[in-house]
């Protein structure tokens, strides 16, 4: 079985401040790990993935998440948030073992950026 | 590029009736999954279609059930509605990789 776990339901920052939403996952095997971010009213919005190699992986506007194997964690930071990152953010993992590519999600972190 | 669509936006549906929710996978997409995502809660696997069959289920009872046409646009029936089948239904498709998203379908049962 897979899950993930998001600590925190709330996030605040001020803008210009770095931001970091956390994210923990459980898999039997080795993870694919995805973060996404959800506008009102909105699907979701593919924000960056990490399946092998460097831990610190890169995405959409300017967001990256470190993978710490030993922690089981996949932590979204960015380092200077701005009032239009606020949004629903979700961390999901996948089993790479895992013919299919079920994601299993966390339950969201809802992210305030005050000006 | 049109993306993942989905019809209706929105839908309002009484307890026990049946209701069928619709999914255009992104162009070149092979694969379509659905999930439902309850309000306040992150998404939850119900199914996944290749090739036109299910090749994945989640926890959910049969009253939950699709399809996958040759075109790769799927459908997703639901039977008996609940009060607790009221949320979000989100359709993603994908070849390798990454799942893409599409907008959603808002359901209402009462």
């Known amino acids: 079985a897979q899950s993930v776990a998001q600590p925190e339901d709330q996030v605040n920052v001020a803008e210009g401040n770095p931001l970091t939403v956390k994210c923990t996952y459980s898999v039997s095997g080795n993870p694919y790990l995805f973060w996404y971010v959800q506008y009102p009213n909105r699907g979701l919005q593919f924000l960056l993935k990490?399946?092998?190699?460097?831990?610190l992986v890169k995405g959409s506007y300017g967001f990256e998440a470190e993978f710490n194997k030993s922690q089981t964690s996949f932590h979204l930071k960015k380092p200077s948030a701005l009032v239009s990152d606020s949004a629903l953010y979700f961390c999901?993992?996948?089993?790479?073992?895992?013919?299919?590519?079920?994601?299993?999600f966390g339950g969201g972190t809802r992210l305030m950026v005050k000006p | 590029d049109a993306g993942v669509t989905q019809s209706p936006t929105h839908l309002i549906k009484t307890r026990g009736q049946q209701v069928t929710l619709r999914c255009s996978p992104k162009?070149?997409?092979?694969?379509v999954s659905w999930y439902q995502q309850a309000l306040g809660q992150g998404p939850q696997f119900i199914f996944q279609?290749?090739?036109?069959?299910?090749?994945q289920r989640g926890n959910f009872p049969d009253r939950f059930s699709g399809h996958q046409f040759p075109n790769y646009s799927s459908e997703l029936n639901v039977n008996a509605l609940l009060l607790g089948d009221s949320a979000l239904y989100l359709c993603a498709s994908s070849l390798i990789g990454e799942q893409f998203f599409g907008p959603g379908t808002r359901l209402t049962v009462l």
């Open positions: 279609y290749y090739e036109e069959e299910e090749r």
């Open positions: 990490y399946i092998t190699g460097d831990n």
């Open positions: 999901a993992v996948r089993d790479m073992r895992n013919a299919g590519n079920m994601l299993t």
């Open positions: 162009s070149g997409h092979d694969t």
